[in-house]
């Protein structure tokens, strides 16, 4: 009988601990000390002391302003174009896999891509050949409909290729820009296949 209310006992300060204990923020810097009026404010020069009757109380007020429409990712996708894709649309051509791209303009070269795919966001690694050298490139883009954005990065060299390229099954084709380090430009277009 005396086991059952210890036991009875210790459930009781058990739940009421446990109650107490959700009641303490454990963010809060120091719950035992008051806030200092935030309404207040003094001057370094003069010892006077001005009370602000309209100013927040509690200090909330940047919780409580609207959002600022250009931070928020809707307002970001819509200016990049990219609104009407949602996280799981269906992605119309898979671009997973071995391609070649040739180069033609400026400075005709080949590039060859391994590119993998997930959802819109394509990326991968190659190596472009232009002028007799080769060198290593990063790529990444996405797709809108059957349009692939690709940026291809020569790390080496610092110049980026941005493509713009219309997708079909096995064929790719459009235009690129190629900027480098020293603020050149230079534009050329662009056909691919994907390779066995």
Same mark, same amino acid.
């Given at each position: 009988? $005396?086991?059952?209310?210890? *036991?009875a006992w210790a459930v009781i300060v058990m739940c009421l601990s446990v109650q107490g204990q959700s009641?303490?923020?454990?963010?809060? /810097? %120091? #719950? $035992?000390?008051?806030?200092?009026?935030? &309404?207040?404010? /003094? /001057?370094?020069?003069?010892?006077k002391v001005y009370v602000d009757?309209?100013?927040d109380p509690l200090g909330i007020d940047p919780l409580m302003r609207p959002l600022d429409p250009e931070h928020t990712a809707e307002f970001l996708d819509i200016f990049r174009g990219r609104g009407f894709l949602g996280p $799981? =649309?269906?992605v119309l051509q898979d671009l997973r896999g071995n391609w070649k791209l040739d180069l033609l303009g400026g400075m005709p070269g080949k590039a060859e891509? !391994? !590119?993998?795919?997930?959802? %819109?966001? *394509?990326f991968g690694r190659g190596i472009l050949s !232009?002028?007799? =050298?080769?060198?290593?490139?990063s790529a990444s883009g996405w797709t809108a409909k059957d349009v692939l954005y690709l940026d291809l990065v020569n790390a080496q060299e610092m110049i980026l290729y941005r493509f =713009?390229?219309?997708? /079909?099954k096995d064929f790719l084709s459009g235009s $690129? #820009?190629?900027?480098?380090? !020293?603020? &050149?430009a230079w534009s050329g277009t662009a056909q691919g296949s994907r390779s066995a």
């Open positions: 009988m $005396f086991a059952k209310m210890l *036991v009641q303490i923020d454990p963010l809060a /810097s %120091d #719950i $035992f000390t008051l806030p200092e009026d935030l &309404r207040r404010t /003094s /001057s370094l020069e003069v010892p009757p309209n100013a $799981f =649309t269906p891509l !391994l !590119l993998v795919q997930n959802r %819109d966001s *394509v !232009l002028a007799g =050298t080769t060198s290593d490139l =713009t390229l219309t997708m /079909s $690129f #820009i190629a900027y480098d380090a !020293l603020g &050149r």
